[in-house]
């Protein structure tokens, strides 16, 4: 697995990246969730045998954390600058958590050099973060470990300051490509689901191509309550 830096303007993003494009079918980018850095997706990498590529936005694991710079259009150019450097084309992309509200507007842009998405836990929307959320999140221990270990508190306060709700919902019909959400359906998680059925309604409604794969142990917290499953079923949608 290659760890390198690749440069979005002043800010320095750290890459995770395994095989090579054109090796054993579509590539991958991982898109994480809100406080993850590229190392979480390492079991995930580590289990696929073709080209996959995984980062730290700005302010998250060893990429750098401008004063600045939160906004979904910034996210989106950290995004851009990985997919560049990394040359993918006809790629799948999978975001998780609010990763999937970054996955959803980059595919909405781009769709036409990818091969499809894949949402995990979230709606259709990029959040923004009350004051109460960001104070939340800046306090929240996962597994033993403050997710300020993970992302910086400057970036979660510039999240707060920049970040602007906006719903993909009405152009979720915009999207030609294939689509698979997953889905945590184990009421008992210590972190419920961040999808409504009522919601998994509206994609499957909205985007005719839409799969929905349901986890039966799993909340949110999908690629760790049932890393195996989550891990086949990457596969089974990467040779779809």
């Known amino acids: 697995m290659k760890s ?13 990246e395994t095989g090579e494009a054109g090796q054993g079918g579509p590539s991958l980018l991982v898109v994480g969730g809100i406080w993850e850095s590229a190392e979480r997706a390492i079991p995930l990498l580590s289990a696929l045998s073709g080209h996959a590529v995984a980062f730290s936005f700005r302010g998250r694991g060893n990429s750098s954390t401008p004063e600045t710079g939160y906004g979904l259009n910034d996210h989106l150019s950290d995004i851009e600058t990985v997919v560049k450097h990394c040359g993918l ?12 509200g970054y996955t959803l507007a980059w595919g909405l842009e781009n769709q036409q050099h990818m091969r499809g998405l894949i949402v995990v836990d979230q ?14 999140w800046k306090n929240l221990i996962y597994q033993e470990v403050p997710v300020t ?11 707060g300051r920049e970040a602007k709700e906006i719903s993909f919902l009405s152009r979720l019909p915009e999207l030609n490509i294939p689509v698979t959400v997953f889905v ?33 142990h799993s909340g949110h917290m ?15 949608v990467l040779k779809s």
């Open 184 to 216: 945590g359906r184990n009421n008992d998680s210590s972190i419920k689901s961040d999808l409504a059925d009522s919601m998994l309604d509206e994609y499957m409604k909205l985007i005719p191509s839409c799969k929905i794969v349901v986890f039966h």
């Open 149 to 159: 270990e993970y992302m910086r508190i400057r970036a979660f306060e510039g999240l």
């Open 123 to 136: 709606p259709p929307v990029h959040e923004a973060l009350s004051s109460q959320k960001v104070e939340f």
């Open 222 to 236: 999908i690629p760790d309550e049932e890393r195996e499953k989550y891990i086949e079923e990457v596969r089974s």
């Open 89 to 100: 084309d006809d790629y799948w992309v999978l975001g998780f958590s609010r990763g999937g």
């Open 4 to 16: 390198f830096y690749v440069q979005n303007g002043s800010v320095s993003l750290h890459v995770l």
